[in-house]
């Protein structure tokens, strides 16, 4: 789930900035009617300052998303290296031991 909810973020991420990127208001910001257009201009900033704060706060949560996946990865990984080091062990002192003898039940020398 923790993947899941990285991923999501993710794209959200990549979908809010691509938006940003679009929707700028270049053709505003070159306008020479500089009478008419300062007014949207300071509208559009505020929106696009909103707009990019956002997309921070998104990718400040997807940073700390990814780093729990691969910090959840790596745990899973130590886990399972102890587990298969454990089984190993184990196995390699059963055959150590000689089989016990049929009939006295003791170890064979």
């Known amino acids: 789930m923790t993947k899941v909810m990285a991923l999501l973020r993710t794209i959200v991420l990549f979908v809010i900035v691509g938006y940003l990127i679009w929707a700028l208001p270049l053709g505003i910001l070159l306008s020479s009617a500089k009478a008419d257009a300062t007014f949207k201009v300071e509208v559009l900033e505020k929106v696009a300052s ?3 704060l956002a997309a921070g706060w998104i990718g400040i949560e997807t940073a700390f998303g990814w780093i729990r996946v691969w910090a959840e990865g790596r745990r899973k990984l130590k886990a399972l290296k102890a ?3 454990a089984s190993a062990d184990a196995a390699a002192a059963s055959r150590a031991r ?4 049929a009939a006295s039940g003791t170890p064979r020398p």
Do not use: L, Q
Not at 98 to 101: A, E, F, T, Y
């Open 83 to 85: 587990e298969a080091r």
């Open 50 to 52: 909103g707009g990019w």
């Open 98 to 101: 000689p089989p016990p003898d």
